[in-house]
């Protein structure tokens, strides 16, 4: 169990090169190292060549999954990767991506980021009409209405799959002849399309198009479907227009600084969240430092805006990951110690504040107090760079039960006398949407209840149309 994070979803990466005798393979496995911090439960690659599907997939990170030989065994002009983390699905093999599906009329691969709300509705019906699965996985869901459509072409396959499916999805599907993106109509979650010589990347994060050595070209757009081939890309739109609703979370914590996401630079969000963080909530202090890693571009904004010199503070163990195991309460609070120590010269006598980029039990953050305060500091004042987590997320991001949210049951005061610190303030959900240089068009219903689609209690077991 994480100490005190909201779990991010997955990373997925597929590349297309027009030269057959090009091998795309470890383009797709330095890809998916950039995404690593968005799955680190397992890793996998799919390939097409000579018409056939050939798929490698592990449990544990891409550098654990994939060695020398492992990755020699896969060769091909055409590829998709995956890295995981279950938001939907147990963490088994059986759910690890890429699925492959092989049927009379050829084999195609899917690696899928974001949860469906009806996948529960989808799989009975799929089971209804003889199809089987091997896990538990949304992402087999999708292949599987795929493979059922297939017989219409590619493009009504697609279009008809991704109509009847609902939530949250960027996915990347590789043909024997094709590699296809599609993102949800809300674009909750992100996806984005880049260049190469003689061919072109899609992948969850503009950082791992920059770690190939490939050119940014755009997002793909909320409800859009692109499909690569010898005739160059292909875009069309599905559906109605709806309203965007991306993930506020991506910029928050999930996405790395070095991205770009809808047009927006994530190291810049944050530097602005601090900086309206300092404006709404300033406090006297000699000192303010960030959690790593996201709350430090949080906090030199903070220093800015209110004149408090910005230090380190914290360390974070660089040999941790984000699935450093701790099942009970108690030990995940002496893991915070194992994964940040605070650099004690930096803050004894000190009146400091620290910033973080939410607040979900409050494990973390008690913890962090405690050791603030045995290292000498004289005040600890903790400042937030997200509103409170007050609800579950039902689109890719693994929360809590809502009785396990700090902030669903308690108020700031309470929350404040929780973790032992000398204050503490929240940034206001009207601030972050000014960090994000946009009065709407995000996801906050982890913040507030509101959602930009119903949830899977309310899907329920509605009628669905005739497969």
């Known amino acids: 169990m994480e100490t ?31 995404l690593q911090h968005r799955g680190q439960e397992s890793a996998g690659i799919a390939v097409a060549r000579d018409g056939t599907i050939e798929a490698r997939k592990g449990m544990g990170l891409v550098g654990d999954v994939f060695d020398p030989a492992t990755l020699a065994q896969l060769s091909g002009p055409i590829a998709i990767g995956h890295v995981r983390y279950s938001t939907a699905g147990s963490s088994t093999i059986e759910n690890a991506q890429p699925f492959v599906s092989r049927f009379k009329l050829g084999s195609i691969a899917v ?20 199809v089987g699965f091997v896990s538990s996985s949304d992402s087999e869901v999708i292949i599987n209405l795929i493979a059922k459509n297939y017989k219409k072409g590619l493009e009504k ?79 069309f739109r599905y559906g109605e227009k709806t309203a965007r609703a991306v993930c506020a979370f991506e910029f928050i914590y999930f996405a790395r600084p070095d991205s ?16 309206i963080l300092g404006r709404e909530s300033a406090v006297v202090a000699d000192l303010v430092i960030g959690v790593p890693d996201s709350g430090i571009p949080a906090a030199i904004g903070y220093g800015r805006a209110t004149g408090t010199p910005f230090g380190l503070g ?46 979900v ?18 005040e600890v ?22 009785k396990e949210l700090i902030g669903s049951a308690n108020n700031i005061k309470a929350i404040c006398e929780a973790i032992g610190a000398d204050s503490l303030a929240f940034l206001s959900t009207e601030g972050l949407l000014e960090a994000l240089n946009h009065q709407g068009g995000y996801c906050l219903g982890c913040f507030t209840g509101e959602y930009p689609l119903p949830t899977p209690g309310e899907v329920g077991l509605a009628k669905q149309n005739d497969l």
């Open 381 to 402: 004042h903790f400042r937030v760079c997200s509103p409170p987590v007050r609800f579950p997320c039902y689109f890719g991001i693994d929360t809590p039960h809502r």
């Open 314 to 359: 914290i360390v974070k163990s660089k040999y941790v990951g984000r699935t450093f195991i701790a099942p009970r309460q108690d030990e995940r609070e002496r893991a915070v110690s194992v994964k940040l120590n605070v650099i004690k010269s930096e803050v004894a006598g000190k009146r400091v504040v620290i910033i973080d980029d939410s607040i």
């Open 111 to 130: 690696a899928h980021n974001g949860n469906l709300t009806n996948a529960d509705v989808v799989r009975e019906l799929l089971e209804d009409a003889g």
């Open 4 to 34: 005190d994070k909201l779990r991010e979803e997955c990373g997925v990466f597929g590349v297309y090169s027009s030269d057959p005798e090009i091998n795309v393979v470890p383009l797709v496995y330095y890809g998916l190292f950039s």
């Open 157 to 235: 396959a697609l279009t008809d799959t991704i109509q009847f499916i609902k939530g949250s999805y960027a996915l990347v599907v590789l043909t024997e002849k094709a590699l296809v993106g599609a993102r949800d109509p809300h674009g909750i979650r992100p996806l984005c399309l880049g260049k190469i010589e003689k061919g072109w990347i899609l992948a969850s994060e503009s950082c791992a198009i920059d770690a190939v050595g490939g050119e940014f070209v755009r997002d793909i757009e909320p409800g859009e479907i692109v499909i690569i081939d010898e005739h160059g890309v292909l875009s």
């Open 361 to 378: 039990r409050g494990t973390t953050s008690r913890r962090l107090v405690s050791l603030l305060r045995r290292a000498g500091a004289k």
């Open 260 to 275: 770009r996401i809808d047009g927006i630079d994530v190291y810049q969000s944050r530097i602005r969240a601090g900086e």
